[in-house]
């Protein structure tokens, strides 16, 4: 099928791509498959973003378009928050394999709309959900899935598989940490240990391999920390990691590597960063605390897909419900400050 021959009933998709345009699913080389770049983060502020914050509200708002030669008067969106599909032995990358039932997480809301054709560069539907909050990177917050279908015309299947379907669209909701950090540490008895600086680099780059896509990478330097009689420091360790799961690093990494120290670093609401010192030798035990301070900037996060917000058709419906003409108004806002 192509855009030159729709089909007689509605084809409806997610947009893979910037152009707006059905497809990806075919293309070995794309990555917009995990991508994502038809679904958006847009805050409670109405500004779109993409890494979330902790804390902060957000609302998902997909593209949807039509391949069919007709509209389809009955599109449901569904959206819902998964673990990241990826394997378990490094190096880790997402894998090209349907979401399994397991790594479903929760639903986040239906939408229901009308969807007209929208070959040959025509504009592009838009469904958006209630407001949630992300309030930390955990597994099964660190993936956003939407799935369109019109049951009577234009059914979907019972696999999530954005590489090869294309009603459903995913995209990593990874957090920005990049920038330097610094707080006091305190032990587990409250007392001040010593001051904590770390700076952390991010990458957003998503590469096709055999079998699935690369996963971004962090990289975490320690420029200061308190050097304790059984705890070993080096100042400037760098340690790189996956960003998959969380951020966690090494203590120390030096020549004689002591892996039983090691930090974990999680978001906070305040724009700050909780980081928890543990020692592992036969089981984990939290032996510090610190929260952290963003005192330096950091990169950039990837950029706000802007020609696929451009093509979302923003005329009203005289049929739509008030809650629909609520949210019109709500993207409306949002796009006058692209």
Known sequence: MSDETPPATPFLYVPKDATGRRGGEADPNAVGWIEGPGIFLLSEAGRFETAPRAGIGYRLVAAVGNAGAVSSQMTFAEFRLAMLPTNQVYPIQYIDAPLRDTWLGPLLGVTALNVPQSVAGGSLSWAMTPTWHYFRWGPEEALAVVRVSDPLHDGVGAEFDSRRD???????????????????????????????????????????VIHGATVPRYAITTQAITRLPDRPVQIGARYEDYCSTGFSFDIYNG??????????????????????IDYNDSEPKTRGMARLTRIGPGTPGPDVCVPLLRQLDTSPSPTWPASRMADLAVLIEALSHL
Do not use: K
Request: aromatic letters at 8%; a negative charge.
């Open 255 to 276: 020549d004689q590597v002591d892996d039983r120290w090691y930090g974990v670093l999680t978001p906070a609401a305040d724009d700050t960063l909780t980081l928890r």
């Open 166 to 208: 294309r009603h459903t669209a995913v995209r990593p909701l990874t957090p920005n940490l990049s920038g330097t950090w610094e707080g006091e540490e305190f032990d587990t008895a409250g007392n001040v240990v010593g001051m904590v600086r770390l700076s952390i680099e991010q990458d957003w780059d998503i590469a096709p």
